[in-house]
DNA sequence: ACCTGAACACCGTTCAAGT
DNA sequence: ACCTGAACACCGTTCAAGT
């Protein structure tokens, strides 16, 4: 029951339907203002529509996000969305990609430091930044289809590994040793952000207490261990974690492979 | 816009609405065996629905899942699955729990090894290995709202962690330490498994080469590194990349911390 | 006891029609 | 040029009715 994918007129190679890239999240080079429409509603574009479906998701979550409730929240009805986004798919994918930029804005544009340990420590550091920012978009950074499967999650733009590339190459590892670099580090991102965002999503940096009532007490009373343990599971130790892992995971970049 | 959830009029604690696990992904203590329906259609149970739904999405992925979709592989109209199961989200629920119970079986019913290293490797290799069975399920395992925020994906079971904790107290753990070990090993099975499940979930253990082409050569273009990097970030080097990682993270577990 | 038909309130998406 | 109304093919879910 596949969905078939007609064939533009236009000739422009369709390809996958992705978003123009240029009018997403990033400002155009000042171009003519258009401000207001007549109805005094705010004039709709890609990344207008981009932005406030990223807004929206922070809010509401990623399961209320609809295009019938998105167009309500721009005033203006679902089908108009269409003259700007091909589809729900491709909107989740552009909200991914604002967020992305958002990321790269971060993370790249400033000066090297001084060792490569700092580097990774500044980089990992803003992805986490990120991933705390917007908790509830953060599953679909790790989720989405990439747009090349080696683009690994949740680094899932070409803009912002090249230039993670770049640093790695000036601090004088060769392609081999960045690639590994790359993957480990992404790896590593994955597991610790997608867990503490996952917490901070429905919690807010909240009370650890009292969460042990959350499972059925009964239940519980069938593991022993969990039971006793269960207030030190619920103690938020992810600043720490993170932290230890992540120095950990740097002094192994620096021994090369055989 | 939250949904009502109304009063169970039995008298029951309607909680959050979970599946019974008693009837869920295990046998039965051997019963009277209702073999088939009159109509020559077999017989409708929780296990039943739950195994074709893990089935179903092995085979289509989850976005096909449909209530109505699986009834109609049942041989059953959608109304029918709500007398067992309470609705979408517990049935997708309950497809974790049947994974997971596989994991059980897999990992849990076997005699501990020497020492805790083999046994954290044979734990590790187990999960690794249900993710591979199922890699259009893992996202689920990864990223459904578990039972307690302290139960962390992937492992996602109350009674395989009771029993993880168990083998961890037999090699000499002490509590401290036991929960140190079950978070750095959720999280490292999360990273690691999260990116090798989706890889593997799109593409079966397939061809390396001709990926390349996947992004548009045009976007390629803009990233140098990108550009001559991705035959080599395209290679699959999940099997070193998770059997090094896991030999030093367990490495990094026999260091008490301060 | 177990299943179905019909109905309800939603979806994403298309397209001719309005301004 | 930009948006809407109406329509289509789907959803999940409820409930009275059938057997």
Redesign the pocket.
């Known amino acids: 029951?596949e969905?078939e994918r007609?064939q533009r007129p236009d000739g422009a190679t369709a390809g996958s339907g992705t978003l123009d890239p240029e009018s997403a999240g990033r400002k155009r080079a000042a171009g003519p203002e258009?401000v207001n429409?007549p109805?005094g509603?705010r004039?709709?574009?890609q990344g207008v529509i981009l932005r406030e479906a990223v807004r929206f998701i922070d809010e509401h979550g990623r399961e209320?996000?609809?295009?019938?409730?998105?167009?309500a929240e721009l005033?203006?009805?679902?089908?108009?969305?269409?003259?700007?986004?091909?589809?729900?798919?491709?909107?989740l994918d552009g909200v991914v990609e604002v967020v992305m930029d958002e990321l790269y804005g971060m993370t790249m544009n400033r000066p090297l430091p001084g060792s490569w340990q700092e580097f990774l420590q500044q980089m990992a550091h803003g992805v986490r930044a990120i991933s705390m920012e917007h908790p509830k978009i953060f599953p679909l950074v790790a989720s989405r289809p990439p747009a090349a499967p080696w683009l690994r999650p949740p680094l899932r733009s070409l803009r912002w590994v090249e230039g993670f590339l770049e640093g790695l190459d000036h601090y004088g590892f060769d392609p081999t040793e960045s690639v590994r670099v790359y993957r480990a580090f992404s790896t590593f991102l994955l597991g610790h952000l997608l867990l503490e965002s996952a917490i901070y999503a429905v919690e807010p940096r909240a009370a650890p207490a009292a969460d042990i009532e959350f499972v059925e007490s009964s239940d519980l009373a069938l593991y022993p261990r969990l039971m006793t343990l269960s207030p030190q599971l619920s103690l938020d130790t992810f600043d720490n974690e993170f932290e230890d892992a992540l120095e950990e995971m740097i002094d192994r970049m620096a021994i090369s492979p055989p």
């Open positions: 029951m969905t007609p258009r429409t109805g509603r004039a709709l574009d209320q996000l609809t295009m019938r409730r998105l167009g005033g203006v009805e679902a089908m108009a969305l269409y003259r700007y986004v091909p589809g729900r798919d491709q909107l």
